[in-house]
């Protein structure tokens, strides 16, 4: 429940040695968050924000709003409109958007491309790797989500290397991106043990929840985690990425937790 809501989330990630992106804090479909909006760029420095609800999942109702002239626009996948005739209902975090990392933007630049690593924490106090994949968005589109029509592709989290085929949500495959053309397969992701370390960082900060799902960016400056997933999709994990107790120290966790459910799951272990 406590990552559920991205604010609390936010607030409990400060606490750690974890890298955040810039925030704003929160504005409400019930007040007058236009002004909020108008106030936040009277800084000059302040270009692009990106405006996600609270409690949102998916990368639905996510927007940007950026300066272009004296004017602040909206953007959503579907178009573009002018701040006042921007209509929103329910509660938002406003954020500044990432500048990414060259080497992830050179594959898709119109969109924050997101690292999915999930990591459990075992009954000896250790953290391990349970799986990882990146997300890249298509076309347009600014979010990166399956749901948002983006692709998803396994990494090796030994190497930090992208694997051959990604997926978007229907299962077509992809060798290279749609749009940039790059092929996927052995690229390799920068600063890849610092966003394991990032991730392990969350995990061990919040001992209280055994498998955690961390979506961190990476800017030229290193790994920013976006947000941490309580109930990560270990089905689009496999997905992507294999079986996940084709590891046997993964195996062996879940079955330390009575999480392998089935004979044939227990029989990976027996079978080694």
Known sequence: MLFDDKYICEQLCKSIDVRLPESYGIIDGDDDYRFDLRKI???????KVIIKPIRG????????????????????DACEYDLQKFFLKGQFIVQAVIEQDKAISDISSSSINTIRVVTMLSKS??????????????????VDNWSAGGIAVGIDHQTGTLGKIAYDKHGKE???????????????????????????TVQNAFPYYKLLGMDIALSDDGPVLIEVNANSDIVFQEQT????????????AFDEYNLLVNSLQRDVLKNR
């Open 41 to 47: 760029f009277d800084n000059a420095d302040v270009q």
């Open 57 to 76: 999942h998916a990368g639905r109702d996510i927007y940007i709003v950026k300066r272009k002239g004296s004017k602040l626009l909206v953007q959503s």
């Open 125 to 142: 106090g250790d953290v391990i790797v349970v799986s990882s994949s990146m997300r890249f968005g298509i076309g347009a589109s600014y």
């Open 174 to 200: 992809y060798s290279h991106h749609p749009v940039s053309g790059i092929e996927l397969a052995g690229y390799s992701i920068p600063k890849w043990e610092l966003v394991l370390e990032s991730a392990k």
């Open 241 to 252: 990425s294999g079986p996940l107790l084709k590891n046997r120290r993964v195996a062996e």
